[in-house]
């Protein structure tokens, strides 16, 4: 999407009438935002085809209304918010704008204090949007995209993959549960000479040492009861690829000194065999473990050890990468939904932080697996606060729980009064004690600024 002049925010109004668009430029304006009118459907889908941050237009357009306007949006993957306002609401028509993926549906006369907050809340959920499209590009740019994430960490993690991929060199991996080891794993074959030859995994926790052994150095037939036929084993399928051992720190005593025998020699034997069998293969391992301390406590033996860290790369947990939570939900959401034949536009800003404050003690996979139940149980085109709130508590939405309902009045301008809160909290955290320079970037006049802070008992902006 292109941005404004100097990266103002775009906000375009389809209006047919000429003093109504008037009346929304002005109430819209601000110094941040760039404001487009057109004057029916056609005009707007033209002018958003530039890019746009929101879309505010009228239900009762000439030729095409409101909602058929936004259907056509979706079709050309248009995604930026569209707010509908209409002096003629239904409920069947505000059913129908939400089923069509419109964020809210106002109806005339509206507040002007709360349509200019859910205006701001659009807005910021349109540059939310614009970012996380825009880390999408520039994921796509780069060849490492097994590895998602714009953190420091990850991009680390990228350029030892990088470093390390171009050799033979073994490799160790290390990370909590769910960091993604496999996936790292896999970059390190895709991105090697062996790419075109086989990726094979070998799990030491879902196995019993016989089997274990069995697995990876197969067995001659009749090399024990029930072995009918010769198995060729993991290595020698691996042959001119790699294998990927996964939680090594789990495997036997017995079998890591075979397994050290193999990565000095290339050599192994197969169960009832007489002679050795050659083979090249890569080999990437990984554990949840400190391997050192079960050196220390003789659970490993020392000598694996150094041979298998050679080139060691640490996964970091993600409550240590919160700034790549945003995107792995956006492409889990998008490969979920696709897989369920779900069409759902993304997250709301709010459920973004809700989902990026978590600690995520499963990490990635964690997160994965919690956006797989929000794709199932999201009722709309986005995925709101209450969702997220109630998949990382482990819960029912609260929404889903009896409850008295507010009269609609109350429930809106109790929902105005948190916005405008946490609005107010973020302008001065930006700005500082500076009123004045609030006020500018709010888009309000100094006096009802100050209004609002003492309302809210922020004393702190004194100037």
Not at 120 to 127: D, I, L, P, T, Y
Not at 289 to 304: H, I, K, N, P, T
Request: hydrophobic content about 45%; aromatic content about 6%; glycine content about 8%.
């Amino acid at each position: 999407m292109e941005r404004g002049e100097h990266g103002r925010v775009r906000v375009l109004i389809v209006e047919d009438d000429a003093s109504q668009a008037a009346a929304l430029s002005e109430l819209l304006a601000a110094g941040d935002r760039e404001v487009l009118v057109a004057s029916d459907a056609e005009g707007g889908i033209q002018l958003a085809r530039r890019g746009v941050d929101l879309v505010v237009a009228d239900y009762m357009l000439p030729g095409m209304n409101g909602v058929q306007m936004v259907r056509r949006l979706r079709e050309e993957k248009i995604s930026a918010p569209v707010l509908i306002v209409s002096g003629e609401a239904t409920v069947s028509i505000a059913v129908e704008a939400m089923k069509a993926g419109v964020l809210d549906f106002v109806q005339k006369p509206f507040d002007i204090d709360f349509f200019r907050a859910r205006v701001a809340q659009a807005v910021e959920m349109g540059r939310t949007a614009h970012e996380l499209a825009a880390l999408r590009r520039k994921l796509q740019s780069r060849r490492a995209e097994l590895i998602i994430g714009v953190s420091p960490a990850v991009a680390g993690v990228r350029h030892l993959i990088a470093s390390v991929a171009r050799t033979d060199v073994d490799v160790a991996l290390y990370g909590e549960t769910g960091t993604g080891k496999e996936l790292a794993a896999r970059a390190v074959h895709e991105y090697s000479a062996r790419s075109e030859k086989p990726f094979v995994v070998v799990d030491c926790a879902a196995l019993p040492e016989p089997l274990l052994e069995n697995e990876l150095f197969g067995h001659e037939a009749g090399a024990f009861t029930g072995a009918l036929r010769h198995a060729r084993g993991l290595l020698a399928e691996a042959d001119g690829g790699t294998l990927f051992v996964d939680e090594i720190g789990e495997m036997p005593l017995s079998l890591q000194s075979k397994l050290l025998r193999f990565l000095q020699t290339k050599e192994f034997r197969r169960v009832g065999a007489s002679r050795q069998t050659r083979v090249d293969v890569r080999v990437v391992v990984a554990t949840n473990r400190e391997l050192e301390a079960e050196v220390a406590a003789g659970r490993f033996r020392q000598d694996l050890f150094y041979r298998i860290n050679v080139f060691p790369i640490r996964l970091p947990a993600l409550r240590e990468r919160p700034e790549d939570v945003p995107l792995l939900a956006d492409h889990f959401l998008r490969s979920i939904g696709s897989g369920m034949g779900r069409h759902i536009e993304g997250f709301t800003a709010e459920a973004l932080d809700a989902l990026s404050s978590h600690d995520w003690p499963g990490n990635v996979r964690q997160l994965e697996n919690a956006i797989r139940r929000l794709a199932v149980m999201s009722p709309g085109p986005r995925i709101g606060l209450a969702e997220c709130e109630a998949v990382i508590r482990g819960g029912a939405p609260a929404r889903d729980r009896p409850a008295e309902v507010e009269p609609f009045h109350q429930a809106r301008a109790d929902a105005l009064a948190r916005f405008e809160k946490a609005y107010l909290d973020s302008l001065l955290r930006a700005v500082g004690t500076n009123v004045a320079e609030a006020a500018r970037r709010a888009g309000i006049d100094r006096k009802n600024l100050w209004l609002k802070l003492r309302r809210h008992g922020m004393h702190r902006a004194t100037r």
